[in-house]
C-alpha cells in the first residue's frame, strides 16, 4: 500500500530531520524527476535513513571532489526523462555551507542547475553507483518502526 506522501502531488521527507538552525541550514525546494526523488527515498528508507541526510552527504561529497557527475547532453529542466512534468520536492534542513559549496562547483563544472545537480547525485544513489557512510557522533536514540517488532 503506497504512504500518503506517494500520492500527493509533492514528495516530502519528513520535517526536522536535522537541526534547522545548525550552520543555516534551510529546507530547499527542488524542481526535479518525483520519480527519482520517491525511488531515493525508498532506497534510503531500506538502509534505515532519511533521504535529506543521504542528499547533504551526497552534496558534501561533490563540493569535495570525491564525486563527480557528467550530465547528459542537452540537459535541462524541462519534462522528464518518461516526459512527465518535473514536481517540487522539499528536502529537510541542508546545510547552507554544504549547499553553497556544491553549488559553487556546479557551477565551476557547468552543471545547469542545483535541482539537476541533486537529480543526478539521487539517480546515481538509486542506481547503485553511489553510496553514502553516515557517521553518528554520540547517542543516536532508537526509533520504533513496525519490522523491529517481532
Request: charged share 25%; hydrophobic share 35%; glycine share 8%.
Amino acid at each position: 500500500m503506497p504512504d500518503a506522501a506517494d500520492t500527493d502531488t509533492h514528495a516530502h521527507p519528513p520535517s526536522g530531520t536535522v537541526d534547522a538552525r545548525q550552520d543555516g541550514a534551510r529546507e530547499r525546494l527542488l524542481w526535479m524527476d518525483v520519480a527519482v526523488w520517491r525511488r531515493a527515498r525508498a532506497h534510503a528508507a531500506d538502509d534505515a535513513l532519511d533521504l535529506t541526510p543521504v542528499l547533504e552527504a551526497l552534496l558534501d561529497a561533490y563540493a569535495d571532489g570525491r564525486v563527480t557527475v557528467t550530465p547528459p547532453a542537452g540537459r535541462s529542466l524541462g519534462p522528464t526523462r518518461d516526459g512527465t512534468a518535473r514536481t517540487g520536492c522539499r528536502t529537510g534542513p541542508l546545510s547552507h555551507h554544504v549547499w553553497s559549496r556544491a553549488d559553487h562547483r556546479r557551477a565551476t563544472a557547468g552543471v545547469k542547475s542545483m535541482p539537476v545537480l541533486c537529480e543526478l547525485l539521487l539517480g546515481g544513489y538509486v542506481d547503485g553507483h553511489l553510496t553514502t557512510t553516515l557517521t553518528a557522533t554520540g547517542h543516536v536514540p532508537r526509533t520504533h518502526r513496525e519490522d523491529d517488532a517481532a
